[in-house]
Structures are given as structure tokens and as C-alpha cells.
């Protein structure tokens, strides 16, 4: 399979179950990180350019998760002052 064939098919696939789930930053890098697997680089130089950008989207995966985390933690915290003002 050509590379814009399985590019056209993964963004066609994407675009369809987009509309079923509201998409989350998780799924995004999940997406990516699928799609940079499926891509055979044809040189060195290609390879460590989609390994770099495998590592910048695992640190993407990790501080959204950590982002997500302290959303949560500040939404108890605003939930347990408006309880307080009542």
C-alpha cells in the first residue's frame, strides 16, 4: 500500500469515528504515533527524524496525562469551594 493510500485510509477512518467521539488529546498522539509506525522511512536520515518525533509524541502523552490530572484536581477543588459558599 502506498504511503498516501494509507494516509488517505487512516484520515478517512479517523475523520468517520471523529464524529462518534468526541476526540481527546490522548487519541490524537495515539493516532499519530499509529500512523508514524505504519510509515517505512527510506533512509537513515528519515528514520531518525520519525524516531524524534515518536519521542516528542510520547512526551506529548505525558503531559497531557499530567495536564488531565491537575484538571481534575482543580475541578474538585472549585467543586468543594462552591459547596463552602452555600
Do not use: C
Not at 31 to 57: C, G, Q, V, W, Y
Amino acid at each position: 500500500m502506498k504511503t498516501r493510500d494509507l494516509l488517505d485510509k487512516i484520515t478517512r477512518k479517523f475523520l468517520l469515528e471523529e464524529e462518534k467521539v468526541k476526540p481527546t488529546i490522548g487519541g490524537y498522539v495515539e493516532n499519530l504515533t499509529e500512523f508514524l509506525n505504519s510509515i517505512r522511512p527510506a533512509s537513515m536520515r528519515e528514520n531518525k527524524k520519525f524516531d524524534t518525533a515518536k519521542t516528542h509524541l510520547q512526551e506529548i502523552k505525558k503531559l497531557s496525562r499530567q495536564m488531565e490530572g491537575k484538571v481534575d484536581q482543580l475541578e474538585e477543588q472549585l467543586q468543594l469551594l462552591e459547596e463552602g459558599d452555600k
